[in-house]
């Protein structure tokens, strides 16, 4: 599948975004001290690591 440029652009705003919040979803996580607060973090994070691991796909 070949995409435009604008199309290209959107993908690397998407992927950045996603990163953003897997770094700030972490970051809360480690300073959270409820542990379902923590968890909730934690687990948010890593769904936004997923999704920034799937719209990386479409880079390839």
Not at 42 to 60: I, V
Request: hydrophobic residues 35%; aromatic residues 6%; glycine residues 4%.
């Amino acid at each position: 599948m070949k995409i435009n440029q604008e199309e290209l652009q959107n993908l690397r705003h998407l992927i950045g975004s996603h990163q953003t919040a897997e770094k700030k979803l972490n970051f809360y996580a480690d300073n959270a001290q409820d542990p379902q607060v923590k968890q909730l973090f934690q687990q948010s994070a890593q769904s936004a690591g997923q999704t920034r691991q799937k719209l990386m796909s479409f880079l390839s």
